[in-house]
């Protein structure tokens, strides 16, 4: 494949190290002389210097054969232009934008740009699966399905504690796959399958209906 | 009009100056408080500290009952970024934009917003002006 | 002075030929040395670098036969190649690493450009980077004069 980047800081220019590495041609566009002059001393010639919002330098990139933009500079205005901008004159199929503020996210996305990333949402995910206090973790989101796959922690407050799972009024079109109890294999759950404290369970369900299916898990 | 505008440099204070004299409501934004002296001292509407690409500041300058937008700061894709909040979420019914980069205007002009390239004008201006 | 293998980048400029006469005077023949005249064609990036433009390839063909012709003239055996590459700088230093060569040996005409004195972005890349020697063959371009 062969991939752009914009923004030559130290994300951009480990992006660019581990896709060289997977056998990807990549190219970073940077604005900096000097930055761009020390990666291509230590990564061969695969920085061009320019700004990669402006259409002639990413027409000089050859934007157009590209396969993927992945827009990583450090102002969030700066990477949705340089995705619009690919995407929309050089049609590129699949952009990536990292996004400082995390409420950016959605409405990246919304403005037509593929994946939109907050490393701030990312943490924020890690922390919460790391607390207690937080029984539901997002696991991976299905754009294309509409689809959320999420981690449900039985806690001892838990009213469901004793319950089968025939008995919980789960959301409409949410599936339990997968119930991993301590020291034992995990286990697809049946309508007879009891909930005990600690269970992880892992599910499928529409985003609209997370909370719902939190709340007929553990109660609250 | 209620208008809201972005940026208080030489054009934005001025478009703010001449509107407010009118008797337009204008609400002008900068991230930067020095920026506001250029505003005339008999300037009549309001002048807000904050960064026009966040949402939550846009919503504190009142964005939400805004007959206008108008965005003329430094940065094309400051502009560009608040512009589309402001059309998109905000779904304010006029919004202009200033875009430096004859290219990147052609593009958003295309993309539904209306853009603005001073430089395009300037230089059919001169150009006229030497031909008459 | 005499040199083992010599790197000879040449560009399709009269100075390309004063530069291989000088690398066959300079080569130690009895010692086996090896002359390697390579030409760079610069890939844009528009295009994979694998492309074959068949105008490019052809101009070099003729670039590198010509010299070859002009290395015969003085009993001279020169080897040849076509790169392709981003930037011909690096280009020059890949190869110059990889054949190891003790010597890079490039004919210069002096260019103007905007009315300035320019010694371009490849003569100064190489001075900066090369494993080697580096000579600079600077001739006098008589269409100038």
Redesign the interface.
């Known amino acids: 494949m062969y991939i752009i980047i914009v923004g030559g800081g130290r994300l951009g220019y480990y992006l660019a190290k581990a896709l060289l590495d997977e056998g990807h041609e990549v190219l970073i566009l940077e604005k900096d002389a000097a930055v761009c002059q020390s990666i291509n001393n230590e990564l061969g010639s695969i920085c061009l210097r320019g700004d990669g919002c402006e259409a002639m330098t990413l027409e000089q990139a050859g934007t157009s054969r590209a396969d993927m933009l992945i827009a990583v500079t450090g102002e969030d205005e700066d990477n949705l232009v340089a995705c619009q901008v690919a995407k929309h004159k050089f049609k590129v199929l699949r952009t990536i934008a990292r996004v400082r503020n995390p409420r950016n996210e959605d409405f990246f996305r919304q403005l037509g740009v593929d994946v939109a990333v907050s490393s701030t949402s990312i943490i924020l995910e890690h922390i919460k699966h790391e607390l207690p206090t937080h029984p539901l973790m997002h696991l991976l989101t299905i754009q294309e399905k509409e689809l959320e796959i999420v981690e449900v922690t039985i806690s001892p407050e838990s009213i469901t504690v004793g319950k089968q799972v025939r008995e919980l009024s789960l959301p409409p079109e949410s599936i339990l796959s997968l119930v991993i109890r301590k020291e034992r294999k995990p286990t697809v759950p049946t309508g007879t399958t009891t909930l005990q404290d600690g269970d992880q369970i892992i599910a499928v369900t529409r985003p609209e209906s997370v909370e719902a299916l939190k709340s007929a898990l553990t109660g609250s | 009009m209620k208008v809201v505008i972005m940026g208080c440099g030489r054009v934005g204070a001025q478009l703010a100056a001449m509107l407010d004299k009118e008797g337009h409501q204008v609400t002008t934004l900068d991230i930067d408080a020095y920026s506001f002296r250029r505003l005339p001292p008999e300037f009549g509407g309001s002048a807000i500290i904050g960064n026009g690409?966040?949402?939550e500041t846009l919503k504190k300058v009142g964005i939400e009952e805004a007959d206008a937008f108008v965005a003329v700061t430094q940065?094309?894709?400051?502009n560009?970024?608040?512009s589309?909040?402001a059309k998109?979420?905000f779904k304010v019914p006029r919004v202009i934009c200033r875009i430096y980069?004859p290219?990147?205007s052609d593009?958003y002009s295309?993309?539904g917003l209306e853009a603005i390239s001073p430089t395009t004008v300037f230089a059919q201006m001169l150009k006229e002006k030497l031909e008459g | 002075m005499e040199f083992h293998n010599i790197l000879v980048p040449v560009a399709g400029a009269k100075a390309d030929e004063g530069a291989i006469e000088l690398a066959c005077r300079l080569a130690n023949r009895k010692n086996g040395s090896r002359i390697f005249a390579v030409h760079v064609i610069p890939v844009e990036r528009s295009l994979p670098l694998d492309t074959e433009i068949a105008s490019e390839i052809n101009r070099a063909e003729t670039i590198l036969t010509h010299i070859e012709e002009i290395a015969r003239r003085r009993n001279c055996l020169i080897e040849t190649d076509i790169l392709q590459a981003r930037e011909v700088g690096p280009a020059i230093i890949d190869e110059a690493i990889e054949r190891e060569v003790d010597l890079i040996l490039i004919g210069v005409t002096y260019k103007k450009h905007f009315g300035q004195f320019c010694l371009g972005d490849v003569l100064p890349y190489v001075l900066k980077n090369a494993p080697c020697r580096v000579l600079l063959d600077h001739q006098l371009d008589e269409s100038e004069v």
């Open positions: 690409v966040d949402e940065g094309d894709n400051r560009v970024m608040a589309q909040i998109h979420k980069d290219l990147r593009i295309l993309l």
